[in-house]
């Protein structure tokens, strides 16, 4: 079985209340891989990028974005 890392960022709700939102790390790839990826080959290349990162840095990425940490 494959394991699943998580990871959780506070975020508002429609009302304006705090809510912690929790995400998969497939959920992450699943929703923000390909604007990732093709920001990062508009930014540096294909090759750069297909040579030099990987989902794992798709996902370090997301976090530092949504102030994200691993639960």
């Keep these: ?10 975020d508002m709700d429609e009302a ?3 809510v912690i939102k929790t995400f998969s790390d497939q959920e992450i790839l699943d ?3 390909h604007y990732w990826y ?3 080959v508009e930014k540096f290349g294909k ?3 297909d040579n ?4 794992k840095e798709c996902i370090e990425d ?4 949504h102030h ?4």
């Design 52 to 55: 030099t990162y990987s989902k």
């Design 1 to 10: 079985m494959l394991e699943h890392n998580y990871y959780s960022f506070e």
């Design 68 to 71: 994200a940490y691993k639960v």
């Design 31 to 33: 929703t923000f891989y």
């Design 38 to 40: 093709n920001k990062m």
């Design 16 to 18: 304006g209340n705090p």
């Design 62 to 65: 997301w976090c530092i974005i």
């Design 47 to 49: 090759e750069h990028v």
